[in-house]
Each structure stands twice: as C-alpha cells, then as structure tokens.
C-alpha cells in the first residue's frame, strides 16, 4: 500500500520537465544515468529535451529568445551575445574577456556582445555561471512580453512596495543575532558570495593579506571563485578534513600577517561534514583573518553562525523559496565584526539588483520558511534512520554523522533541526538503484519537492571521468557514485516507500 501511495505522489517526470512544472522552475527532471552522462557530455539527444534548469547552468529559453530579439533590433553581428544583471556585471564580463567584446544597453537591458571561438564563449558562460550573472528569466519573461511575444504571466506575487522589508524581517528571524539594516539582497546566491567575499578579500588584499583557506569540500562554484580572483596561486589553500584543526593552525601560522580569511559551509555540500566553527573562528580571527560562513545545505533557522563570523552568505533559492521557482541570495554583516562599517558600503555597492518580479515572488513564499524548515527536518530524521537501515546502502552522510555530530550540535538551534539534506551510496551499480527510484530527479534542494540526483557527476563530471580527477575526489573522501537527497514536505512514508521501490 505504502508503494502504490509513494507513485501516485511521486508520478515519472520525463527528461526536460521542469520542477516543479512551472516557467522559472529552478530544477529539471533527468530520470536516467543514460540522460546524467547525455547532458553533461550535452549530447543533442539529450539536450534538446532541456528547457529549463537551474538558471545559472542551464540558459533559460526566455533568455535564449530575448537574446536574438536584442541581436535583431541593435544589429549585433558578433557571434556571441550575453545578457547580463547588470551593467556593473556587463563590464566586469567585458573586462575578463578582453579584446573583441564590447558592453551594451537597449532599453534597459545590459549584456556583452563578442567575438571569439566556442572557447571564449564557453570562457564568458562559465564567468557568468561562477558568480550569478545572468539576466533574471523573469525579466526577460516581461521583456518578452512587452514585445507582444509572449502572453503576460500570471502568478503569486506580494506587493513590490512590500516585498524586500517582507524578506529582510524574515532573515532577522532566521539568522540569531542579525538587524535588517545589515542584511542585503542579492539575484543568487553565488552572487551574494561574490560580492561579499570579494569585498572582505580586497580589504584585507590593501593589508597585504591575500591567503585564503577554503575548509573542506565545498559547492563547485564557491571553489571555482576562491581560485579565480586568487592573487597568486599560493594564495588558495585547500584543507578537505574539518576536523583537521592541527593542519589549520599550521596553515594559519604559515600565513602570518598574509593570511586573508577563511571560507567554509556549515555543513560542507555534498558531505554534510561540519567543522568546530567557534575554534576554526578563533584560529583564524586571532591571526587577524576574516571568516565567510554559509549555511545554505541546512539553513540559518537550524543553527547559528553570524557570532562566529564577518560575513554570512546564503542561498535564498533553497527553503526560503520553497515552491522551487526563485533564484535569490543574501549577505549578513556580522554588525560586532571589526570591517563592519565598511563592509557595509563596499558590499552594498558590489552587489547586482534582485529584479523586482523576483522579489516579489520570493517574498509570497517567505513566509513559509520556517516551517517548511521544520517539516523536512522532522521527515528527515525518520528517512534518515531508514537509509542507515538498509542493507543496499553502504554509508549515510548526514548532519549528524559520527565524525562531526558534536561540532554541528553545538551550533544546531535546537535538537532535531538537522537539515533536509542527506547523501548516501549503494552497494549496487548506480543506474540499477537511481533508474528505478520514481522520486524526482533533478539538481537543486530546499524545496517542498523531494529531489535526489547523482551529485558529483551533476556538479564534477569533469572530475569523475579523468583519473586525475577521480584521485582528487578520492583524496577528498568524496565517492563518485553519491547520491544526494533533499527530503521535501511529503510524508516519510511516501517517500521512504519511493526509496524502497529502487533500494529492494
């Protein structure tokens, strides 16, 4: 019975659905190994299914029509054109490119026309991608629209007059210790990262320190970034192991007075590891670095953060905007930090504008935050215990694993809130268990929709496919064949009979 329940709930999704099936889904179905390796190896056949997905890896075909739309009625001839946030983000993709790429504006919209080979295009997607670049979909929806292209949307939204205070006092609430005049607002949460560690780096940058430690296994792009803008490339360090709090130390006092700050997830993403956050901040703050926190995987209403660092970043996209369909960001200022005056002026003015549609959306679905937090935390624990259970999944790693249980209690705000998120592996070949399992599948977490997906082929498939590649996953503890599950608000056992249905 519990079976025939989980797939009438958990209904097959064809490669390409949006999820959920709405214009600005944040993620897409890809129900098969076969369609994983399709779209990363972006194989026509695959591909072509796929028009949507989350909007800073897949281009949104609102973007995609606006952008010929703009071509035709400026006459750009260079092959390549991108819309951007921002004007601020359309110079900045002009000045990575270089020479053979010029900024635009056409009533209002920004982006980057330029020559070049695929490789410079693949170079501008992937700057874009890094640090949440592109044009809101939404605002190319009303471009669109305005064009007579399309038909006017209609959907949930608060009052635009209403929508950021709506958000900020939410954020108070979720992030202990914040006030709403040091919480900004950004159009993802890469960009939220970008604009506050970048601010934090060049301050510390103008005094001579320029070291910064990447702590533990972090989301791709938070890496890509701490690379990237790194002065020289001594200047990125990478320690995998949390709890490797003697080889901190060592890397701190090595750094001496050119030790910038410290970046970490509290937990990591995918591993769900969490490091003593109050010693790893008093290593680095008495060294005079900063710390850049981000507890995107659980969320700031499970634990507390802001006392133990400069900066918090989180990604509104996850549980936040629970239905699934808004990309957002946010930065709080730790007001007791020492850079607090500044940082507030250097960030505000780094920091791209959230397109007003887009607030309003995320400021409709705000409210539930919380709850939804606690829904999928409560469902968590019962799935959780299932999964360690089960004699065809070989390991769990979730917030209250053995190695850093006692680290993510002493932050979590009350027991049991221990995340939605939960990654795991199998004692079978992966397209056995994951072709069968009628869940969605589909990148993303923090929705009210279940998800699972193979992360690492998702997020590293340049990694899992190289032997280079799969030794420095093996080095990081990382196994390429994970999965990665963001229990939604459904009940346990529905989705615990949808699991049963791959794992028997």
Known sequence: MLLRSAMSIFAPLPLGQPIPDRPHAVSCSIPTMRDVVGYEEKNPATVQHLTSGYPRFVLHQF??????????EIGIEAPHTWLTCSAAMARNLVQELGHGARAFEHQGIHGVAHSGDAATATQARRYLQNIGGFLSSREAEDQLAVRGLIASVTEELAPLEEAAATIRDVLVEAHA???????WLAPSGMNAFHAAWRSVADLQAERGRTVWI????????????????????ADYVCLADVNDLAELEQVVTAAGDRLGGLVTEVPTNPLVHT??????????????????????????????????????????????????????????????????DVLRERIASRLDPVYPRDLQRLAAQIPYYESTVQRTNETALQVVEYLRSHPTVE?????????????????????????????????????????????????SFGMKHTLI??????????LVTSEPGRAELAAAGIPTELLRLSVGTESAADIIAALAAGLD
């Open 275 to 340: 490091a003593d956050i109050s010693r790893v901040a008093g290593i680095v703050h008495r060294a005079g670095g900063r710390v850049v926190l981000d507890p995107t995987l659980v969320s700031p209403f499970n634990i507390r953060l802001l006392e133990h660092s400069d900066v918090v970043v989180n990604s509104l996209t996850k549980y936040a905007a629970n239905e699934g369909d808004v990309i957002a960001g946010s930065v709080i200022i730790n007001p007791h930090g020492p850079d607090a």
């Open 453 to 462: 997906c193979p992360f690492i082929y998702l997020a590293h498939y340049d």
């Open 177 to 183: 210790g914040s006030r709403t005049q040091d919480i």
């Open 63 to 72: 973007n995609e029509r606006l952008t010929a739309c703009i071509r035709e």
């Open 395 to 443: 390991r769990v790693w979730w917030s209250l694993q053995p190695e850093t249980a006692e680290n993510f209690a002493r932050i979590a705000r009350r027991p049991g809130n221990i995340g939605s998120m939960v990654s795991f592996t199998v004692n079978r070949p992966l397209a056995d268990i994951y072709d069968r399992l009628p869940l969605p599948k589909g990148p």
């Open 214 to 233: 990447q702590l533990g296994w972090l989301y791709l792009d938070t890496i890509a970034q701490l690379k990237r803008f790194a002065p020289e490339k």
